[in-house]
């Protein structure tokens, strides 16, 4: 049995009644030495309380007021960045008293609101509880600022602090409920950056809400933490507070959502105007000016699918038109042969050949867009794109349904973002019409491969870090959590309805 102190979760089902009975619990750490005081001008994502590692302290320790050690089943350490990391980071971590070291903690490259777990050895559990830890930090120039309860009420939800998760034996991830996912995704537990990674959150909710009051529910109160009384106010990357501000193409994404939830608001008419301002004379938008701008996949999904949406939301066809040739240029300049590109220069550069995830933002975008989209001999061409991309990138699933981080490169290892994110699209367009049982079969064997990846609470690890390393860092097999998959895997459940 666990310690009294640990909380213990009987995790309802996403659609109000009890279907199973999954223990595990987050045992919260209590937080000495991590004190700090934000610099002018920083930012906490919705001043939630914070501590601070630093290379200069000696580190912070974290312990545990269970008065016995009664752990059966394994013990996950976890810490949740609240600030944009963008250099390699390692943090040591070692037993406070005794001074063992558990582990050096990898969390190069960790993205705002992002979750990392350390799996702590059995054999030293024991001394865990007895000793608590330090964790300090051994590379790295910057603070690493992460969520803490700081003894304040406004605080991050409790997947989001400091804690060790606990579960039993018969609930490891390979054999637990395979619907837990929904509990994170309906919670805070999944709220992140705002921008592309927001947008999925938020677009999975909008998928589920369609069968589920509850995810409803949880969408609205998310949009109302950044879209409340008629503005928009988030951190940025660079922990500043922004109000009423778009900074990149791919920050458009959450008002595809909004315009299907609030199509009132006023920030929509702001995210219009950026769309215009980033379109050339042919109507084709992208980030950067002149022979700078880049073309990407990406704003297949953040670009056209919100314009698309808007157009009809606004009334204003000619925004479609803007969706439209977006989309063209990319299947013009990215889908050669038989791979498809994340990203080239309109000189025709390509990069990025096959990159799962790259895949996913062109498959989404292409299949969300038409699903809006009104009748048009443009229309057509996007949907035989769709179908025939779709025929190429089912040519690379694995045997296990998942595709390699770089499709024709299994040295870059599987990869669950990309798969994720392939199959939500292949679920989506089975359940829109735009192809047959073969797709959505695929779609269903990618959801089974991804099983084995979940946490015991639900979120998916195995997803390659965020972009921000290059080539290297996507090849390289270094594996995380990222909350917004949950987004993808709402529609994977589709297939289901």
Request: glycine fraction near 8%; hydrophobic fraction near 40%; proline fraction near 4%.
């Amino acid at each position: 049995m666990l310690a009294a102190s640990a909380s213990l979760l009987a995790s309802a089902s996403a659609f109000g009644k009890l279907q199973r009975e999954e223990v595990y619990a987050y045992l919260i750490a209590t937080v000495t030495g991590a004190s700090a005081t934000l610099p002018e001008g920083k930012y906490i994502p919705f001043e939630w309380g914070f501590g601070e590692i630093s290379a200069e302290s000696e580190g912070v320790k974290l312990s545990w007021k269970q008065s016995d050690f009664s752990i059966n089943g394994p013990a996950l350490l976890r810490l949740t960045s609240a600030t944009d990391v963008r250099e390699e980071l390692i943090l040591e971590v070692r037993t406070s008293v005794t001074g063992k070291k558990i582990a050096d903690w990898d969390m190069r490259f960790a993205a705002l609101l992002q979750p990392f777990e350390l799996q702590i050895p059995r054999e030293d559990l024991k001394a865990v509880f007895a000793e608590g830890v330090t964790v300090k930090m051994i590379k790295g120039t910057k603070p690493f600022w992460f969520f803490n309860a700081n003894n304040t009420s406004n605080t991050a939800p409790k997947s989001y602090l400091p804690h060790l998760l606990t579960y039993e034996e018969n609930t490891k991830k390979d054999t637990g409920s395979p619907d837990r996912w929904k509990d994170r995704l309906l919670s805070l537990g999944s709220i992140q950056t705002f921008g592309w990674q927001q947008g999925i959150v938020w677009d999975g909710l909008l998928e589920l809400s369609q069968h589920a009051t509850q995810a409803r529910n949880v969408l609205m109160q998310q949009l109302d933490l950044y879209f409340a009384q008629n503005s928009l106010v988030y951190c940025n990357l660079n922990n500043i507070k922004t109000v009423k501000e778009i900074h990149t193409v791919e920050s458009i994404l959450p008002f595809a959502i909004l315009a299907q939830t609030n199509p009132t608001h006023p920030l929509l008419q702001t995210a219009v105007a950026f769309c215009e301002n980033h379109a050339n004379a042919n109507g084709v938008i992208a980030d950067g000016t002149g022979n700078n701008r880049i073309i990407k996949t990406e704003e297949c999904y953040t670009v056209s699918y919100p314009l698309a949406v808007l157009a009809k939301t606004l009334n204003r066809p000619e925004l479609a038109q803007l969706a439209i040739q977006t989309l063209m240029a990319r299947i013009t300049l990215l889908e050669k042969g038989n791979s498809i590109y994340q990203r080239g220069t309109e000189q025709g550069e390509l990069y990025f050949e096959n990159w799962g995830r790259g895949v996913a933002w062109y498959l989404l975008g292409l299949v969300k867009t038409l699903a809006h989209l009104p009748e048009s001999d443009e229309k057509t061409v996007i949907r035989t794109a769709f179908q025939k991309a779709a025929e190429k990138v089912m040519a690379y699933q694995q045997p296990n349904g998942l595709w390699y981080c770089f499709f024709h490169k299994p040295e870059t290892g599987l990869e669950t973002s990309g798969t994720a994110g392939i199959a939500a699209a292949f679920s989506y367009a089975f359940q829109h019409g735009l192809v047959d049982k073969k797709v959505k079969a695929c779609a269903v064997k990618a959801e089974n491969g991804l099983l084995s990846y979940l946490t015991a609470d639900g979120y998916l690890t195995g997803t390659a870090q965020v972009n921000k390393g290059g080539d290297a860092l996507q090849e390289n097999g270094f594996r995380i959590i990222s909350p917004y998959t949950l987004g993808f895997l709402a529609h994977l459940n589709m297939t289901k309805q």
